[in-house]
């Protein structure tokens, strides 16, 4: 079983939707990040955590430390978000990441 | 942008021919990694560094070696390539983010699309 497990694996929406990611873990973490990546194209950092919650523009995170779950929200979907969406936790030393398989989101007009 | 390159970008190579990829900084971070990224597999880590000479082994670190001779400068070299190597080929570096001081945000370069024939 991964460490770090992301559902669904694939999501399409229709433009102006409010869109879920889910995150779960099973080890002891300091930090947990999403990235996201879009076809082709680099990965960006979108948020770090380590509790509670934290929001840019439309997209939303948060995490439960006690069970173990983070979720992505976007809120007013477009389809420029469509993309990967990788989950990932920072544990151990040297702050080197274990990322989760991805969810790959398309967001139709 | 966190000043970092990644050369070549895109690389065919044959079987059993060496190969080095480099990753630059320009902002004398501390650590630095090589990961690599598959379908059905995602990104796995394949070794990193915490300085200057100071390197260690990720989950998938068979066949590749690394070398950090200067803070700026990570290379990754594939010693003798093979095809379960095609891959895409990715340096990050970790930055101290704001507020709690263990948190550290990653920054990846471009990446390097490696074909191993």
Known sequence: ?109 | DAGITQSPRHKVTETGTPVTLRCHQTENHRYMYWYRQDPGHGLRLIHYSYGVKDTDKGEVSDGYSVSRSKTEDFLLTLESATSSQTSVYFCAISIPGQGAKSSYEQYFGPGTRLTVT
């Open chain 1, 1 to 109: 079983k991964n460490e770090v497990e992301q559902s669904p694996q694939n999501l399409t929406a229709q433009e102006g939707e409010f869109i879920t990611i889910n995150c779960s873990y099973s080890v002891g973490i300091s930090a947990l990040h999403w990235l996201q990546q879009h076809p082709g194209g680099g990965i960006v950092s979108l948020f770090m955590l380590s509790s509670g919650k934290k929001k840019h523009g439309r997209l939303i995170a948060t995490i439960n430390i006690q069970e173990k779950h983070s979720s992505l929200h976007i809120t007013a979907s477009h389809p420029r978000d469509s993309a990967v969406y990788i989950c990932a936790v920072t544990k151990g030393s040297n702050y080197k990441l274990t990322f989760g398989k991805g969810t790959l989101l398309t967001v139709n007009p």
